[in-house]
């Protein structure tokens, strides 16, 4: 895979966890909250500063209220 590519991906990826965030009308504070996190955790993974692994990422998603394998149906078809 190319770099441009990688760097697409990265991208779509952290627009959508934001965006599962903002659509559990929840703010960056709330969601730390709930993970029993800093605020500048989300900020950092929002960011692209901070990796996720799976397991982060299952959790988030949980918290959230959205499954771990809608997540990715949505990071695979590209919706926003």
Known sequence: ???????EEKKRFLLLI???R????LRQE??????????SFV?????GE?????LELRRI???LGVPLSEFVRRLEGGQR
């Open 61 to 63: 998603c949980r918290v």
């Open 50 to 54: 901070r990796r996720l692994d799976v």
């Open 30 to 39: 709330d969601l730390a909250q709930k993970l029993g996190e800093p605020q």
């Open 22 to 25: 903002l659509e559990a009308k």
């Open 43 to 47: 900020s950092r993974y929002e960011s």
């Open 18 to 20: 934001r965006q599962i």
């Open 1 to 7: 895979m190319s770099n441009r590519a990688s760097l």
